[in-house]
């Protein structure tokens, strides 16, 4: 299995996706966390949580920095992921300026508006793939793209609908729809699967998970 730091199971989260884990203090609530429990407790192991800012930094920290983590189902990982069956789906959407005359997110990515977005976010990789590249501005990270997209650059923000709700920027709105629904698993690093048969064993009988 891999597990390392005296034996504890360690959980990699990405704390800037609200929709699965929010910390206040040195407290951990929300779906991941209540679901890595489970599995620590499946697993007779103690709990240990990795804090990370985004879900590209949670891969680029595999495979030694953690045992599992909590990601997005994304094929371009296969190389250095394997991931449990799905357990919920969040909503990728787009925060605008209120005075942008958009109200879908179809129209975002059809109308020739700027998009800013995070590199190595699951919702990146679908703008890459149906967005002109130069509509896209890229961030390196969650956090860089709130900001660039605070100073005026581009016309739309993309992101994880609670996270995005979260961030309460005046003047902007989240649009209703969604562009893409994206499947959330567990992940662990190739080569060391064998708590997979665990992990879904908890998530099959895990009553919060939504597939």
Known sequence: MGVTDAGALRAAVNLNNTALVQKTGEAY????????RRIAAAAGLPLRFVDHPSARAVVEAAPEGWDIAFLAIDPSRADRLAFSRPYHRVEA????????????????????HRIVSARGAAYHAWLAANVPE???IVAESPAEATRRFLEGQGDALAGIRDTLAGAAIPGSRVLADLFASISQAVAVPVGRTALLPTIDAVLEGFSGSAA
Request: aromatic letters at 4%; a negative charge.
């Open 29 to 36: 609530t929300g779906l991941a966390p209540d679901i890595a």
């Open 93 to 112: 959407t787009f925060l605008i300026r209120d005075d942008l005359p958009a109200t879908s997110c179809a129209g975002i990515v059809a109308g020739g």
């Open 134 to 136: 130069a509509r896209l």
